[in-house]
């Protein structure tokens, strides 16, 4: 079992729609990543969270370190948002990064 | 200010070969991790350096090897290359050693193994 779990793995969605990824870790944590990779692989931080909820623009991230979860929401999608969206984590005990396989967004016009 | 650059962009490379990566952080970072990330999957951590030292380093073979200059520039070398090295290199620099700065990433370079 992975020790970063996402769910979907894969997200359709049409233009304005609610979208919610989520993601779960089996370790313990100093602080949770949510990253957003373009088609070619440039990756973008979008935010990092080590508790409660933060919000940028359509994007809002919130975890729950007691039931060890966290999700990334977008409200009124645009195709633009299409892309994969990779929770990380770093590990409170290595300080490695750890990495989810990611969510692909396909958001349609 | 520019971001996280990353060079080559693309490479292409055969069997036994060896290959460096470069990697210039964001000016005033000090620690520079790198990342390996084949088709499908998500980022597997390789080395992080901080101050020109090996702060941490991941599962992977000794073939695999790296180095940060005092210019906090820093470069990924393989050796004996293999097929499943295929992937996207990622490097990304943060202002301090222990993760409580966010990361910013490079573009990657896209190794192909022939």
């Known amino acids: 079992k992975n020790e970063v779990e996402q769910s979907p793995q894969n997200l359709t969605a049409q233009e304005g729609e609610f979208i919610t990824i989520n993601c779960s870790y089996s370790?313990?944590?100093?602080?949770l990543h949510w990253l957003q990779q373009h088609p070619g692989g440039g990756i973008v931080s979008l935010f990092m969270?080590?508790?409660g909820k933060k919000k940028h623009g359509r994007l809002i991230a919130t975890i729950n370190i007691q039931e060890k979860h966290s999700s990334l929401h977008i409200t009124a999608s645009h195709p633009r948002d299409s892309a994969v969206y990779i929770c990380a984590v770093r590990s409170g005990s290595t300080d490695k990064l750890i990495f989810g396989t990611g969510t692909r967004l396909q958001v349609f016009p | 200010d520019a971001g996280v650059t990353q060079s080559p962009t693309h490479l292409i490379k055969t069997r036994g070969q060896h290959v460096t990566l470069r990697c210039s952080p964001i000016s005033g970072h000090k620690s520079v991790s790198w990342y390996q990330q084949v088709l499908g999957q998500g980022p597997q951590f390789i080395f992080q350096y901080y101050e020109k030292e090996e702060r941490g380093r991941g599962n992977f073979p000794d073939r695999f090897s790296a180095r940060q200059f005092p210019n906090y520039s820093s470069e990924l070398n393989v050796n004996a290359l293999l097929l499943g090295d295929s992937a996207l290199y990622l490097c990304a620099s943060s202002l301090d050693e222990v993760g409580y700065q966010p990361q910013h990433f490079g573009d990657g370079t896209r190794l192909s193994i022939l």
């Open positions: 969270l080590s508790s």
């Open positions: 370790v313990g944590i100093s602080a």
